[in-house]
């Protein structure tokens, strides 16, 4: 297992420099200089500047508000881990028993049906679905709060950066009530980025489970006298999971993409929207270190998806 | 005592029409404990789905009657859905065709024989591992302390069924149905297995099915041999006196398909063929199912022949049996 964590992280750190001097050719298509200066002469000193900079976290400064990119980026990104966090888990632990149950009542009317309402989630457009939430939680019932991370109303010291957990260690007389206010104001944003990943897990759970129930290993395990829950949530899930864990690791792409639209349209202080807002502003140096860090947290995520996936599936963890 | 008591079952489905098909009409079959019951036809006779009904394991799409079932002693129809899989779990296993799809490639051999033990008996987890490895042991692995680490993709195909009739065993089964155990593997493998398969028959009494196309199999070691086609039970006699002498043109034509080697082969002779293919279940011929393909029908099989009982035999299903008509002189 250290073997593959060790082969991962080389793998890791090979992408990161491919990635580092994309970034790099990409910056020097800026009209600024963001990193490097004109103290550098030719290509090859300017990248080695550049990538000492970005070793050394020194991203840059804002060219509209002259802070650190990169202390920027680390108090933008709890909230925004937060959000993924909550999206990423309403749409596995909602999506994955549907598509066991759909592949249990395969054809039926219920399959059907849950086919037709992930069609639906899939092809949703955001935007459009996350104001249909809005006018139905928030305007009609009045549960849930429109926008923002927490009421104004409390006051929280930020400690780790995550709401929820700062709440709760704060030493405010309101903290249990705070931490529920986080958690509504988490609700909307979190069901909006989590359908699209949800609809998906559902139909690639469906579609392996039946191919998991039909084979002989499931028939073998029944006629051992197996209970029938432990032959579907033990014996077929597990390989079930290996093609839902390669889903998960695209799906976490994409919703760092989706994460832009849905920040701003919940005013939700994480990275999308700061790196939407340095775009308006032409702030290169926060883009720059925007994409960078979007990028590495792509990577790093879709590695560490490989390493569990390595645990779900032996055949990639004993070679023959 | 009747290990296993079968009387006049039937299992039919539905095409997309709602049109009722025959899979198994009326198959009447029981066996001893302790004997060895070879099934043999072509494929798409029905003896894979014969071998799951037996351990309850048709999907719910398929209708499955009988007028009487029995399984050591108890009658399965009496119990209700999930007794009777318990039961038929504790009294019978089953091992497929493929040997690698037989056992889940994200489990550890230990870990399938330590979940079939910890239903069937109760012991301690160190009780349960002394098991697994003497039941590694008893199906002819030598070294259970390393296969019980492995997973299936790490063993050889030979090494995968051993182990799935280890797990098989691990439910301390009276009667083992081994759906053509041999067919994917390799020929010293194959003798290999069925020598392990006739011995576990011998030593633990254990009653077994083998179900196969392939009579050459079958030949010396069982006791008793039913031959199906398109779900009819053609002929069921002891296997001593189908071997010398078949009634049914059936399987005359299936024993004449068998290659002699060495000295039986005489030159220039072929094989005995049967012209045309099994019916589907869509379109099953009049009278008799044989009927199209058999090379003696005459006028009177257009009507269905019932089982006969011929005197030092046993059944068979044909109009002709009592003429002893030989399909392989008259071609």
Known sequence: ???????????????????????FLLSLLFPTDTIYSYQQTNLFEKYWFYLNQIISLEWGTSLIHGRNVFNDFILNLPATIELIFFAFAFAAIIGIPLGVWSAQHKFSYKD?????????????????????????????????????????????QPVTGFILIDSLISDTPYK??????????LFLPAVVLGTVPMAIFVRITRSAMIDVLSSDFIRAAKSRGLAHHK??????????????????????????????????????????????????????????????????????TNMVIQVVSHYFNPELRFKR | MNL??????????????GEKLSIIDNLSIQMNSGEILGLVGESGSGKSILALAIMGLVSQHIEVKADYFSLDGQDLMKLSHSQRSKYISSK??????????????????????????????????????????????????????????????????GM???VAIAVALACKPKLLIADEPTTDLDVTIQSQILDLLIKLNMTEQLGLILITHDFALLSESTDKIGVIYSGKLMEHAESKSILKKPRHPYTQAL?????????RHQSGSRLVTLDGHIPSNEQLPVGCRLGPRCPVATRQCVKPPELHLIADHGYVRCHRADESADITKGI
């Open chain 1, 112 to 156: 059907k049906t849950v086919l037709f309402g992930s069609l639906m989630g899939y092809s949703l457009p955001i935007y459009w679905w996350a104001s249909i939430l809005v006018l139905f939680f928030s305007v009609s019932l009045g549960l849930t709060p429109v926008a923002g991370r927490i009421g104004f109303e409390y006051e929280i």
């Open chain 2, 92 to 157: 019978a296993s089953m091992i497929f065709q493929e040997p690698r799809t037989n056992l889940n490639p994200c489990y550890s051999i230990e870990r399938h024989l330590d979940e079939v033990i910890n239903i069937h008996q109760n012991l301690s987890h160190h009780k349960r591992k002394e098991l697994s490895l003497e039941l590694l042991l008893s199906v002819g692995v030598n070294d259970p302390e390393i296969i019980l680490k492995r997973y299936p993709h790490q063993l050889s195909n």
């Open chain 1, 231 to 300: 032959v579907l949530w033990h014996h077929a899930l597990r390989n079930v999971m290996l093609p839902v864990l390669t889903a998960m690791s695209i799906q976490i792409s994409v919703l760092l993409t989706g994460i832009l639209i849905t920040e701003i349209i919940f005013s939700w202080p994480g990275i999308g929207k700061w790196l939407l807002e340095a775009v308006h502003r032409r702030d290169y140096a926060t883009i720059h270190g925007g994409i960078l860090a979007m990028s590495s947290l792509v990577i790093i």
């Open chain 2, 160 to 162: 995968c069924q051993r």
């Open chain 2, 4 to 17: 296993l008591r079968i009387e006049n079952l039937s299992i039919s489905s539905r095409n997309n029409q």
């Open chain 1, 176 to 185: 249990i009530d705070a931490f529920y206010n986080a958690l509504k104001h």
């Open chain 2, 255 to 263: 024993i004449g398909s068998i290659p002699q080697l060495g000295k």
């Open chain 1, 1 to 23: 297992m250290i073997k593959i964590i060790l082969n991962q992280f080389a793998n890791l750190l090979l992408s990161l420099f491919g990635l580092s001097l994309l970034s």
